[in-house]
């Protein structure tokens, strides 16, 4: 479990606050999503699971953030690591080889995973995110989405508890998008991880998570089911975050007095609900 209490973060060299007044709790086993503008916290956030904030970045540091009861102050990233995966959003700065298969290999080695595990989840994750072919690349070579999903696929192999990704699919083309969130999906409810991912796909994140954090300017101003985001269209627009276009469709054949059913979220319920219309016209 993660609680935030009353937690604000300024960095050092900044004046504003990157972080304000953050009170909530993620369970165990949940599937989170968080979406805002640039420079709204979005990674400032993910660095406080992981403990870089505040060893690693220096700054005033208000109230407090627990990863399985730890207090992130007391405890050394290193022991949070023993929970917390984190995919970062600047992946290269994440990579500490230059093989492919040694960045997959580094992580586990220095976990002390045993030596027969090892080989079992490099094989495993290589499978998972289709990269076999990219074992023994230099990582210079790749082109970004291969560096992004070898980056998955070192957090993945060290099988964290909490799985956190900046923005993983910034350089995927859309296929290689859904196969990580339908991986992420298997990861949360076959094996109960909890997944918390940054994401700017909106569709992506209707589909998948359970919970949608909106953030802006430091603070969250949407909490709740991704289905809800329905009723929060005007915050999006306000935002200047897109709503899935299926839901503004639906929202216009409402007002249209054309369709009286669910707003659609997701390409099947927009589907339906086209041929309901269709229908209801006598076509
Ligand atoms: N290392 C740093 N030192 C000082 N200020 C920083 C640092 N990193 C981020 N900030 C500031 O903190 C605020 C939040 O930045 P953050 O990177 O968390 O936003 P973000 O939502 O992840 O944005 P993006 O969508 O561009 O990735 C911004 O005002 C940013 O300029
Ligand atoms: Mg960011």
Known sequence: MIQFEDFSFRYKSSEAFALQGISMTIENGAFVGIIGNSGAGKSTLTY?????????FDGDFYGSVKVNGLDTVEVKPEKLAQFVGEVFQDIDSQMVS???EDEILFGMENFGVPH?????????????????????????????????????????????????????????????????????RRLNREFGKTVIVVEQKIMLLCEYVDRLLVMDAGKIVFDGRSEEIVQQVPLFKNLGINVPRVVELGQQLTAAGLYHGAIPLDLDQAEKMVKEVLADAGV
């Open 48 to 56: 406080t699971l992981s403990g870089i904030i505040p060893h690693h």
């Open 98 to 100: 230059s093989i492919v």
């Open 116 to 184: 027969d595990e090892i080989g079992r989840r490099l094989d495993s994750v290589l499978d998972m995110l289709g990269i076999r072919d990219l074992k023994d690349r230099q990582i210079s070579s790749l082109s970004g989405g291969q560096k992004q999903k070898v980056a998955i696929a070192a957090i993945l192999a060290m099988d964290p508890e909490i799985i956190v990704l900046d923005e993983p699919t910034g350089e995927l083309d859309p296929a290689s998008s859904i196969m990580i969130f339908d991986i992420l």
